[in-house]
């Protein structure tokens, strides 16, 4: 009997349950993004695509499980912010991202993250905080989620281009860092705006600024950094991955019907109630070409800033 063609082979694809693994905890962004299209892909394949949260080092233990999975479309992998920063913040990772894992579909790309502070701290603007900063420096504490996590590399993003210096305190996540700059012994974090819109809306903390190129649709009276420190931009992205060596037809069919889900009415509702996320929709090849390029950006921060992992 001749073998089944790949064609064939993509044209019946999913034949079993689908695991997408997630390198974060469940609850968290990248979590709920990865359930999302999940679900999506459920309805639309007929067989469930299962979120598989694979926590530690720094989600690099979810990367390197796809990686040695067989490239047959059966075990996919949530690419994110923090994979493209891994790829310069680790030295003796057992895979290369851009090589080991086959891009197939963005999720989002501006996703917003956003500066906020205690309501106590005598800095009411982006400006007032970074004249505060000089006026002070060393002296507030910025806290974030960890060495290397997204919140302190865009915060070391801004310390270098608004001549700042501060101190940065690192937390094992968000959840505890809010905690305390909510009570008052941070002033200052970086954080996804999925986590913070309702203190900011109560409150409980004021936002300075978005770090988006755009201002955000959830918040249209906070300013973006740009508008103050020309030409910083730094944003969370999500998308889907694949084993390399992956047939192509299978990585053209799940682009397409992930695709067909950020277009979707309902979908792009729902992205928007979680913090202004907005679906970005592209080609497996520009979805490649986005992630080189994000590891060239971050890398040029954390080897400017001389970071290094815990």
């Not at 019946?12 to 968290?28: Q, T, W």
């Not at 999720?107 to 993250?113: E, F, I, K, Q, V």
């Not at 005598?122 to 060393?138: M, N, Q, V």
Request: glycine share 10%; aromatic share 8%.
């Amino acid at each position: 009997m001749p073998p089944v063609s790949h064609l064939a082979w993509a044209l019946e694809y999913p034949i079993r349950p689908v695991r997408l693994i997630c390198g974060y905890p469940a609850g968290g962004i990248v979590d709920v993004f990865a359930r999302l299209i999940g679900g999506w892909l459920s309805e639309r394949l007929g067989k469930p695509f299962i979120v598989e949260d694979r926590i530690g080092a720094a989600s690099n233990l979810a990367t390197e499980a796809v990686v040695r999975a067989p490239p047959d479309g059966y075990m996919l992998l949530t690419v994110s912010t923090t994979s493209a920063i891994n790829a310069t913040l680790y030295d003796n990772l057992g895979f290369r991202l851009t090589t080991d894992i086959a891009p197939i579909a963005s999720l989002y790309r501006n996703g917003p993250t956003v500066v906020v502070v205690n309501p106590l701290f005598p800095a009411k603007t982006l400006p007032e905080f970074i004249a505060y900063a000089k006026d002070h420096p060393g002296a507030v504490n910025m806290g974030s989620s960890g060495i290397g996590s997204p919140p302190h590399v865009f915060a070391e993003l801004f310390k270098s281009m608004a001549g700042i210096e501060l101190l940065h305190v690192p937390y094992r996540g968000q959840p505890q860092v809010l905690a305390d700059l909510l009570s008052g012994q941070l002033q200052v974090t970086f954080d996804p705006l999925a986590n913070s819109i309702g203190h900011i809306r109560a409150g409980r903390l004021r936002a300075l600024a978005v770090t988006t190129s755009v201002r955000v649709a959830a918040l249209p009276e906070v300013p973006t950094v740009a508008e103050f420190v020309a030409g910083y931009e730094a944003s969370s992205w999500q998308g889907i991955g694949a084993p390399k060596n992956t047939p192509p037809e299978i990585i053209e069919r799940l682009n397409h019907e992930i695709n067909a889900g950020l277009a979707a009415v309902n979908m792009k509702m729902r992205f928007a109630e979680l913090g202004g996320y907005a679906p970005y929709a592209s080609s497996p090849g520009e979805f490649g070409k986005f992630i080189a390029d994000e590891i060239e950006k971050w890398s040029m921060v954390i080897r400017g800033a001389n970071i290094k992992p815990e």
